[in-house]
């Protein structure tokens, strides 16, 4: 049979257990615990042995099924909902690290991915090697015996730099470390992370899955493509698990240990916005495309960056793993932050709000929020400019939203 299309997998992923009342939506379990008909039934679930939910905290029917969505759809050995972006990556690298190992990575990630690698980790131990990931030679002399990962975000955010995942692949099996990938700003039927040997890939499911950001939450989503005795932390556990060995530890130790298991309510509303994210994806990216050709010819924008323009030095190698359709956020620089500010508080349609890929078309001035805290040394070392406004384009007629930039540009 015909492999079925990404839009039919998402609507017909079966549920666990046939539901009694015949529900076409998967039911929300409002619930902490679970009864067990004996004893040695309730032995058998917590130490492993089945399958049997115990505690919400752990695994909850509804988050299940969600979690089973995202498989259908991916193909992925093992997905894990938690309840952020950030929790999804710092599960997701707490698993690998360890005291002594390092994290080789690039300066430009987002503001918290940035401060939780160089500072959270840093004081267990972990070191963070930031370099530029568009220079193999460079990558290729950070990665060492003790490097647990090679993390990056495959469009930086607010950067859009765009780094070659098969070199950077090769370079990290070649040394025996895992490449973990935050995917967040290309949607599933987009980009197939593991056809470019990403082994794991992070995803905000707040952004484009949830369905106009009524919700926060994170997946991990692990390939089942690393060899992981080759992994210092996790090569005894391969012994037992094989290509397991990462979803084993993970939802044996660390998830339940950290307690950022996504909620049954985010993971309903969650599996309803994955199965209009197509279409929405489909209409948002057309519009930042759009946009995006048409603020290359207004006055009072200096420059434009989106990796979908022909000019834009990222073009090939976004085409070539993205599509032509490399998501719904640009950037575009005016000629001071005093310009930046005085043009957001003249826009009437565009939002003032951090997030991405809402319903609704958000604007933010990256510098002064997300990098607020960050010294102007560390800013400019990441590339974020005070001239930069970052533009997560929604679902409006992107007529109106272009007029709207205009007038606020006067």
Known sequence: MKKQGFETRVLHTSYEREDVYGALAMPVYNTAAYEFETAEAMEAAFCGRTADHAYSRITNPTVQHFENCIRSVTGA????????????????????????SN???????????????????????????????????????????????????????????????????????????????????????????????????????????????????????????????????????????????????????????????????VAYMQTLGLETMEVRYARQAGSCLQLARGLQDLDGIESVNYTGLESNPFYLISKEQFGSLPGAMLTFDLASREDCFRFMNRLKLIRRATNLFDNKTLAIHPASTIYGSFSPEQRLSMDVSDKTIRLSVGLECPDDLLEDIKQALG
Request: proline share 2%; charged share 20%; aromatic share 8%.
């Open 77 to 100: 050995l093992g997905v894990t909902a938690l309840n952020s972006g950030m929790a999804a990556i710092s599960n997701a690298l707490i698993t690998v690290a360890y005291a002594g």
């Open 103 to 265: 994290v080789v990575t690039s300066s430009h990630l987002f503001g918290n991915t940035y401060s939780f690698l160089k500072n959270t980790l840093a004081a267990f131990g972990v070191e963070c090697r930031c370099c530029d990931l568009t220079n193999m030679d460079e990558v290729r002399a950070q990665v060492d015996e003790h490097t647990c990962a090679l993390f990056l975000e495959v469009i930086t955010n607010p950067q859009l730099e765009v780094a070659d995942l098969k070199k950077l692949a090769a370079i990290a099996h070649e040394k025996g470390v895992p490449l973990i990938a935050d995917t967040t700003v290309v949607p599933f039927h987009v980009f197939q992370a593991d056809k470019f040997g990403v082994d794991i890939e992070i995803v905000s499911s707040t952004k484009y899955i949830s369905g106009g950001a009524t919700s926060i939450g994170g997946l991990i989503v692990d390939y089942g493509s690393f060899d992981w005795s080759r992994s210092q932390k996790l090569a005894g556990m391969s012994r037992d698990f094989g290509k397991a060995a990462f979803a084993t530890k993970l939802r044996k130790e660390i998830h339940r240990n950290l307690g950022a298991y996504m909620t049954p309510q």
